[in-house]
């Protein structure tokens, strides 16, 4: 890839302490691009900024929680503060659940679709005026489950058809403007040891490492939204699973429909509900007037 094309600019990167966030805002690093790293945890992203540090890379660090939106606008605010400008915002943070509709914590729902839809159309929004000027990217890391509703992850596949509506909505209306949208709809990845999710009653689990299936890693994840970025492409899908669901879901939807009612048992027992160390995870911030109190 052209390194002349991301040098010297500005790019957000939602969620990126860890993760396929994490590796977005190292390859963009590593193609020249100044790079504001997020995350809810202050000394989980400092620690991620000293390791980008070590080598070699300068980044910016902005404690948020885009489920509020005064926290949305500290991050742009403190990006464009920081730089003079944005030229790529990428909504990658977000929170997976599992169990049943029926037996999910009502919390579950509140804290998914704030995060996932929520957090990403206000980043968006305080962005838009920047990367109206700039011409810029707004991408959305989504995932191949949003191309139909999920059994035992509902509220987490609902939550990402939203996101995608909105990105789709969006397009349309910064056409005129040359900003760029895109979507990347992510397959099975290899996750962080320390991803955690909603368990079904509300509590935080570590995301179980996935031995069922071929998993993308990050690193090729980050690659592949850079090319997207660099090419201005609308959506890409990865993961051969990943294509193979779209194809389904698009033509063949009641062959869809058939595959998942018959590994509805195995898709509980060995893709959702598959064990999961319990977490202490933390409160992070709490909605107040004054951005200063937040972080």
Known sequence: ?????FKDKVAIVSGSSMGIGKA????????????VIN???????????????????ETLPVVADIRFPVQCKHLIESAVDAYGGLDI????AGISSRGSVEDMADS?????????FNGAAHLSKYAIPHLKTSKG???????????????????????????????????IELSDNGVHVGITYVGFTENDPKKTILDVDGSWIYLPKRTNEKLDTREHVAKS??????????????????????????????????????????????????GGARAEVKRYNVPHRD???LI
């Open 1 to 5: 890839m052209d390194k002349r094309f």
């Open 24 to 35: 977005i805002a190292h390859e963009l690093l590593n193609l020249g691009a100044k790079v």
């Open 39 to 57: 995350g809810r945890d202050r000394e989980r992203l400092e620690r991620t900024a000293m390791e980008l540090k070590e080598v070699g890379y």
């Open 89 to 92: 915002l990428v909504n990658n």
């Open 108 to 116: 579950n729902y509140k804290i998914i679709s704030e995060t996932n």
């Open 137 to 171: 990217h707004i991408i959305f890391i989504n995932s191949v489950a949003s191309f139909r509703g999920m059994p035992y992850n509902a509220a987490y596949s609902t939550s990402k058809m939203a996101q995608a509506g909105l990105a789709e909505a969006l397009r």
């Open 225 to 274: 939204v850079c090319v997207q970025i660099a090419m201005r492409k609308d959506a890409i899908t990865l993961t051969g699973l990943g294509h193979l669901a779209r194809v389904i879901t698009r033509y063949f939807p009641l062959l869809g429909h058939w595959i998942l009612w018959w590994n509805r048992v195995k898709i509980k027992n060995e893709y959702t509900m598959i």
């Open 291 to 293: 951005v200063e109190e």
